[in-house]
């Protein structure tokens, strides 16, 4: 019985080190998401600037607004992954005070399916705004390519 429940807490605590480092890179990326299309705006704002010769100022229009949106999504990302934890945390609460309930044989009725769902949802809400942002920094990169060749 004891090498099973060390077992179990050796399994328990890799699985709070890996959620732990899982965080810690969903983070990374979006700031990375930031940087990408932030310093693509900057450094177009500073090509347009410096150069005498005459280049697409169509394309370079739509690469300075496709650099945006990936900004936009990268916040919308960050904004879900925020909302997402928050449901997730509001589930936990649930979770606890239905064990504890059961644990003072009282009913308690606490529903951690819906804020379980939701924070899916917002979830794959950044997960999604993540993706479409990294996909608009390949996009604003080639319009800007093509707009000064």
């Known amino acids: 019985e004891m090498f099973w ?5 050796d399994n328990q605590e890799d699985a709070r080190k890996r959620l732990e480092y899982s965080s ?17 705006i900057i450094s177009l704002l500073t090509f347009i600037g410096n150069q005498q010769v005459d280049f697409g ?6 690469a300075f607004a496709w650099f945006v949106s990936g900004i936009f999504l990268a916040l919308v ?26 644990k ?8 951690a399916e819906k804020p379980t769902a939701s924070g899916n949802m917002w ?3 950044a997960v999604s ?7 608009l920094f390949g996009v604003g990169a080639f319009v800007t390519l093509f707009a000064i060749l």
Request: glycine share 6%; charged share 10%.
């Open 5 to 9: 429940e060390a077992v179990w807490n």
């Open 24 to 40: 810690m890179y969903a983070a990374s990326a979006i700031k990375s998401l930031f940087l990408l299309n932030g310093g693509s």
């Open 57 to 62: 100022k169509r394309g370079l229009f739509w």
């Open 77 to 102: 990302s960050y904004f879900g992954a925020y909302f997402s934890q928050s449901f997730f945390m509001n589930a936990s609460y649930a979770r606890a005070h239905e064990a504890l309930g059961n």
């Open 104 to 111: 003072l044989h009282l009913s308690v009725i606490a529903e």
């Open 123 to 125: 979830i794959c809400i």
């Open 129 to 135: 705004s993540a993706a479409l942002s990294a996909m």
